[in-house]
């Protein structure tokens, strides 16, 4: 494929990506019908030329000899400003004449002027920052997002992104960074002064009563449930030698005094035991945060759990539990986390629009990112400028800028040859008014 039918690369390596369109092409015509048309007036004027002098040399008349002035200058501009305007993109007849064919010679020239233009006069901190700050972006922003409509169309695209973020993540990965991660949080904070304290203050806020309600509830329905489990276990603990009326008499006795015993805790609130539990719970509180020995077989007791591979399990699962959850919750349009972003937005948009400090400070962190990303990709950027133009093809950049400005340049050709024309004669005319 040819330069001119499609794209290629140039000799930086960067693509040439040059195309001549269908709109080039009309655009190339345009310029080939101007080209005609400035040179079919040169042409005119040498042919006016010519007769003018032929009329001259047979004494036709003082006219003639302005005409042949006004002809001549004519042909003398539509020749210079051919010159230079061919000139600009390749070498007039093919002569190696100096300074001529000046855009592709020149070529990587212009593209690092123009990226040393575009660095000073585009990227530059004092510029960004003055145009950034004259659109007022902060106010802009709030009353957009103020209305409805927008923070639905944001709160979708948000939901949108964080459903494609979810599906890129392998569970995988995923499990074993938030399983790695709570155990190393488990295992590096201790735990017993921090359960210490909550039991502390459980205990003294008597939270735990219901707690013993419903042990002593459960104690004693299992008693009534297991009275002969119960019978038969303090029988079968007795001597052999013991008649077994006794075992059954002693079994069914201490059978009764179990269950009166964890009746009276079930039914009287200031039951002895009841102190007792509390006593101890109060000083297992107190060990807890300052018994070293307790505070040791504590954590060596978080350890065996943690190591365990059930628990290792439930901690990799709790991943997927939290990613069906999220990616349910950003497909329901009704979901409580999609209307409080939803909320939130509005919210924020309303206080943008209206608080002028918070719009200045907005506006200054919008203004400072992007200083810095132009501060610190200026090179960079300059750089794709100046290795873009390098790597296009000179002949193929010298007819794509040809077909885009050089109509323009073909009225120039025009314009001297009518301008010289009218030079011309002036200067003929005052020579003969001057008797020269």
């Not at 004494?59 to 003639?64: D, M, N």
């Not at 009225?411 to 005052?430: K, Q």
Request: glycine share 10%.
């Amino acid at each position: 494929m040819s330069r001119a039918d499609g794209p290629g690369k140039g000799r930086t390596g960067v693509p040439d990506t040059f195309v001549f369109s269908a709109a080039d092409e009309e655009r190339r015509r345009g310029v080939r019908r101007m080209k005609a048309t400035a040179t079919g007036l040169l042409v005119l004027v040498a042919l006016v030329y010519v007769l003018a002098k032929w009329a001259q040399a047979g004494s036709a008349g003082g006219w003639a000899g302005y005409v042949a002035a006004a002809a001549e200058a004519g042909m003398v501009g539509a020749l210079a400003d051919w010159f230079a305007v061919t000139a600009l993109f390749r070498r007039p007849l093919g002569l190696p004449i100096p300074h001529t064919a000046i855009i592709p010679t020149k070529k990587d020239q212009l593209g690092v002027s123009l990226g040393e233009f575009v660095g000073e006069n585009f990227l530059s901190a004092d510029v960004v920052r003055t145009r950034l700050h004259a659109l007022g972006i902060g106010g802009r922003l709030g009353a957009w997002l103020a209305e409805p409509a927008h923070a639905d169309r944001v709160t979708a695209e948000l939901a949108t992104a964080l459903r494609g973020a979810l599906t890129v993540l392998r569970d995988a990965d995923v499990q074993a960074v938030v399983g790695e991660a709570i155990t190393r949080r488990a295992e590096a904070v201790e735990i017993a002064p921090g359960i210490g304290k909550t039991l502390e203050r459980v205990v003294a806020d008597g939270g735990h009563r219901r707690v013993v309600d419903l042990v002593c509830a459960k104690a004693h329905d299992w008693l009534v449930t297991h009275a002969d489990s119960i019978s038969e276990a303090v029988q079968g603990g007795a001597p052999g030698w013991t008649p077994r009326f006794v075992d059954r008499k002693v079994g069914e006795r201490v059978y009764r005094e179990l269950l009166r015993f964890v009746t009276e805790m079930r039914d009287m609130p200031h039951h002895p035991a009841r102190a007792a539990v509390d006593r101890f719970l109060g000083d297992f509180a107190v060990d807890l945060q300052s018994d070293s020995e307790t505070r040791q077989r504590v954590e060596r007791l978080k350890s065996d759990i943690l190591a365990r591979d059930e628990i290792q399990d439930v901690i990799a699962s709790t991943w997927s539990a939290i990613r069906t959850m999220i990616i349910s919750a950003a497909e329901d349009e009704q979901s409580e986390l999609r209307l409080r972003v939803r909320a939130s937005l509005i919210s924020l948009g309303t206080r943008l629009a209206t608080d002028g400090r918070l719009q200045a400070k907005v506006e200054g962190w919008i203004e400072g990112a992007a200083v810095y990303v132009v501060t610190t990709y200026r090179a960079e950027t300059t750089s794709l400028i100046t290795d873009t133009v390098a790597g296009w093809d000179a002949e193929h950049t010298s007819r794509k800028i040809e077909a885009h400005i050089g109509r323009d340049l073909q009225f120039i050709r025009i314009n001297g040859t009518v301008v010289g024309a009218l030079a011309g004669l002036l200067i003929y005319t005052v020579s003969r008014a001057l008797g020269a």
